[in-house]
Protein backbone atom coordinates (compact mmCIF):
# COMPACT_ATOMS: atom_id res chain seq x y z
CA UNK A 1 0.00 0.00 0.00
CA UNK A 2 1.24 3.19 -0.64
CA UNK A 3 2.58 5.78 2.11
CA UNK A 4 0.02 8.68 2.63
CA UNK A 5 0.69 11.88 4.34
CA UNK A 6 0.95 11.68 8.18
CA UNK A 7 1.85 7.90 7.84
CA UNK A 8 4.85 6.88 10.13
CA UNK A 9 7.17 5.56 7.38
CA UNK A 10 8.43 1.90 8.08
CA UNK A 11 11.87 1.55 9.55
CA UNK A 12 14.52 -1.06 7.42
CA UNK A 13 18.00 -1.68 7.84
CA UNK A 14 19.82 -1.95 4.33
CA UNK A 15 23.02 -1.80 3.22
CA UNK A 16 24.31 1.50 2.35
CA UNK A 17 28.04 3.54 0.84
CA UNK A 18 28.47 4.18 4.67
CA UNK A 19 27.95 0.36 5.81
CA UNK A 20 24.79 -1.07 7.21
CA UNK A 21 22.14 1.47 7.81
CA UNK A 22 19.17 1.19 10.49
CA UNK A 23 16.75 4.22 8.81
CA UNK A 24 15.17 4.71 12.46
CA UNK A 25 18.45 5.07 14.86
CA UNK A 26 20.30 6.47 11.30
CA UNK A 27 17.85 10.06 10.99
CA UNK A 28 17.39 10.07 14.88
CA UNK A 29 16.25 13.42 15.78
CA UNK A 30 16.63 14.75 12.61
CA UNK A 31 14.32 15.55 9.49
CA UNK A 32 15.45 13.09 7.02
CA UNK A 33 15.08 13.79 2.70
CA UNK A 34 14.84 10.29 1.60
CA UNK A 35 15.30 9.78 -2.30
CA UNK A 36 15.56 7.50 -4.72
CA UNK A 37 17.24 7.48 -8.09
CA UNK A 38 16.59 4.89 -11.09
CA UNK A 39 20.29 3.62 -11.59
CA UNK A 40 23.99 4.48 -11.09
CA UNK A 41 26.59 5.95 -13.67
CA UNK A 42 23.70 8.02 -15.33
CA UNK A 43 23.84 11.44 -16.64
CA UNK A 44 20.81 13.23 -14.83
CA UNK A 45 21.12 11.25 -11.53
CA UNK A 46 25.00 12.16 -11.50
CA UNK A 47 24.19 15.91 -11.17
CA UNK A 48 21.64 15.80 -8.63
CA UNK A 49 23.72 13.85 -6.17
CA UNK A 50 26.18 15.97 -6.49
CA UNK A 51 23.52 19.22 -5.92
CA UNK A 52 22.72 17.42 -2.85
CA UNK A 53 26.40 16.82 -1.71
CA UNK A 54 26.62 21.10 -2.24
CA UNK A 55 23.82 22.22 -0.36
CA UNK A 56 25.26 20.04 3.05
CA UNK A 57 25.35 23.56 4.80
CA UNK A 58 21.63 24.40 3.44
CA UNK A 59 20.44 20.85 4.57
CA UNK A 60 22.11 21.10 8.41
CA UNK A 61 20.82 24.50 9.01
CA UNK A 62 17.34 22.81 8.96
CA UNK A 63 18.33 19.60 11.09
CA UNK A 64 17.62 17.63 7.74
CA UNK A 65 19.95 14.37 6.66
CA UNK A 66 19.72 13.39 2.96
CA UNK A 67 19.65 9.81 1.82
CA UNK A 68 20.01 8.39 -1.92
CA UNK A 69 18.87 5.20 -2.67
CA UNK A 70 19.05 2.71 -6.16
CA UNK A 71 18.38 -0.76 -6.87
CA UNK A 72 22.58 -0.84 -7.59
CA UNK A 73 24.69 -2.82 -5.30
CA UNK A 74 26.94 -0.88 -3.03
CA UNK A 75 30.11 -1.84 -4.95
CA UNK A 76 28.36 0.33 -7.71
CA UNK A 77 28.03 2.96 -5.35
CA UNK A 78 31.49 3.33 -4.49
CA UNK A 79 32.69 2.81 -7.92
CA UNK A 80 30.34 5.82 -9.24
CA UNK A 81 31.07 8.43 -6.18
CA UNK A 82 34.12 9.42 -7.31
CA UNK A 83 31.95 10.73 -11.11
CA UNK A 84 29.60 12.22 -9.00
CA UNK A 85 32.04 14.28 -7.19
CA UNK A 86 34.78 14.63 -10.11
CA UNK A 87 31.26 16.36 -12.07
CA UNK A 88 29.73 18.24 -9.42
CA UNK A 89 33.38 19.43 -7.28
CA UNK A 90 31.98 18.39 -4.39
CA UNK A 91 33.19 15.46 -1.75
CA UNK A 92 29.64 13.01 -1.61
CA UNK A 93 28.72 13.89 2.29
CA UNK A 94 26.08 11.11 2.56
CA UNK A 95 25.05 7.91 1.90
CA UNK A 96 23.73 5.73 -1.00
CA UNK A 97 21.49 3.11 0.05
CA UNK A 98 21.92 -0.50 -2.11
CA UNK A 99 18.82 -1.60 -2.48
CA UNK A 100 19.42 -4.64 -4.90
CA UNK A 101 16.64 -6.84 -3.17
CA UNK A 102 14.38 -3.99 -3.21
CA UNK A 103 13.53 -4.37 -0.16
CA UNK A 104 13.10 -0.35 0.72
CA UNK A 105 11.48 0.21 -3.09
CA UNK A 106 8.68 -2.13 -1.95
CA UNK A 107 8.34 -0.75 0.92
CA UNK A 108 7.88 2.60 -0.27
CA UNK A 109 6.55 2.14 -3.45
CA UNK A 110 9.10 3.57 -5.49
CA UNK A 111 8.57 1.33 -8.31
CA UNK A 112 6.53 2.26 -10.71
CA UNK A 113 6.32 -0.24 -13.50
CA UNK A 114 4.56 1.63 -15.75
CA UNK A 115 7.03 3.83 -15.85
CA UNK A 116 10.34 2.00 -15.03
CA UNK A 117 9.77 -1.49 -15.12
CA UNK A 118 12.22 -2.52 -12.29
CA UNK A 119 13.79 0.46 -11.46
CA UNK A 120 13.53 3.23 -8.83
CA UNK A 121 11.65 6.63 -10.24
CA UNK A 122 12.49 10.20 -9.00
CA UNK A 123 10.56 10.20 -5.75
CA UNK A 124 11.03 12.55 -2.81
CA UNK A 125 9.89 12.04 0.52
CA UNK A 126 10.50 14.45 3.51
CA UNK A 127 10.18 12.94 7.04
CA UNK A 128 10.14 14.47 10.47
CA UNK A 129 11.97 13.46 13.25
CA UNK A 130 8.69 11.60 14.59
CA UNK A 131 9.14 9.44 11.40
CA UNK A 132 5.61 10.88 9.75
CA UNK A 133 6.12 11.61 6.10
CA UNK A 134 5.26 15.28 5.75
CA UNK A 135 5.68 15.64 1.77
CA UNK A 136 6.33 13.53 -1.43
CA UNK A 137 7.13 14.19 -5.01
CA UNK A 138 7.80 12.13 -7.84
CA UNK A 139 9.17 12.95 -10.82
CA UNK A 140 9.93 11.19 -14.22
CA UNK A 141 13.15 9.05 -14.77
CA UNK A 142 13.98 12.42 -17.83
CA UNK A 143 13.68 15.22 -15.18
CA UNK A 144 16.13 16.22 -12.35
CA UNK A 145 14.76 17.21 -9.42
CA UNK A 146 14.73 21.01 -8.18
CA UNK A 147 16.37 20.72 -4.70
CA UNK A 148 16.11 24.24 -3.78
CA UNK A 149 11.78 23.89 -3.85
CA UNK A 150 12.46 20.70 -1.76
CA UNK A 151 14.91 22.81 0.71
CA UNK A 152 11.24 25.56 0.29
CA UNK A 153 8.80 23.14 1.70
CA UNK A 154 11.14 21.77 4.38
CA UNK A 155 11.45 25.73 5.15
CA UNK A 156 7.21 25.88 5.09
CA UNK A 157 6.54 22.66 7.11
CA UNK A 158 9.49 23.74 9.83
CA UNK A 159 7.51 27.25 9.96
CA UNK A 160 4.21 26.17 10.03
CA UNK A 161 4.83 23.50 12.69
CA UNK A 162 5.70 26.35 14.97
CA UNK A 163 3.01 28.66 14.52
CA UNK A 164 -0.65 29.22 13.69
CA UNK A 165 0.41 30.29 9.63
CA UNK A 166 0.35 28.55 6.17
CA UNK A 167 2.15 29.59 3.44
CA UNK A 168 1.16 30.84 -0.25
CA UNK A 169 1.60 30.70 -3.31
CA UNK A 170 5.27 30.61 -4.54
CA UNK A 171 6.01 31.83 -0.85
CA UNK A 172 9.80 31.78 0.43
CA UNK A 173 11.62 32.21 3.85
CA UNK A 174 11.07 35.73 4.83
CA UNK A 175 8.05 36.25 3.07
CA UNK A 176 4.56 36.91 4.38
CA UNK A 177 2.07 34.32 5.51
CA UNK A 178 -1.67 33.13 5.84
CA UNK A 179 -3.17 33.23 9.66
CA UNK A 180 -4.86 29.93 9.64
CA UNK A 181 -8.99 30.65 9.38
CA UNK A 182 -9.28 28.29 12.25
CA UNK A 183 -8.48 31.71 14.13
CA UNK A 184 -11.11 34.18 14.79
CA UNK A 185 -10.53 35.77 18.23
CA UNK A 186 -9.68 39.22 17.51
CA UNK A 187 -7.57 39.05 20.87
CA UNK A 188 -5.62 35.85 20.17
CA UNK A 189 -4.54 37.24 16.90
CA UNK A 190 -3.66 40.03 18.27
CA UNK A 191 -1.62 38.17 21.24
CA UNK A 192 0.09 35.49 18.58
CA UNK A 193 0.68 38.23 16.10
CA UNK A 194 1.91 41.16 17.42
CA UNK A 195 3.04 42.56 14.27
CA UNK A 196 -0.15 42.72 12.95
CA UNK A 197 -2.18 41.50 9.94
CA UNK A 198 -3.85 42.85 6.84
CA UNK A 199 -7.32 40.99 6.13
CA UNK A 200 -7.67 40.90 2.27
CA UNK A 201 -10.81 38.33 2.11
CA UNK A 202 -12.70 37.80 5.55
CA UNK A 203 -10.89 34.24 5.02
CA UNK A 204 -7.31 35.45 3.76
CA UNK A 205 -5.55 37.55 6.43
CA UNK A 206 -1.68 37.90 5.62
CA UNK A 207 0.96 38.79 8.53
CA UNK A 208 4.37 38.88 8.24
CA UNK A 209 6.77 35.99 8.94
CA UNK A 210 6.57 35.16 12.56
CA UNK A 211 9.48 33.85 13.48
CA UNK A 212 11.58 36.98 11.59
Not at 185 to 197: A, H, M, Q, S, T
Request: include cysteine; glycine fraction near 6%.
Amino acid sequence: MALRLGDIVPNFTQGSSHGDINFFDWAGDSWVVLFSHPADFTPVCTTELGEVARLKAEFDKRNVKPIALSVDSVESHKGWIPDIEEVGNVSLNYPILADGDRKVSDLYDMIHPNSLESLTVRTVFVIDPNKKLRLTITYPASTGRNFQEILRVIDSLQLTDGYSVATPVNWTDGNDCVIVPSLKDPEVLKEKFPKGYTVVKPYLRMTPQPNK
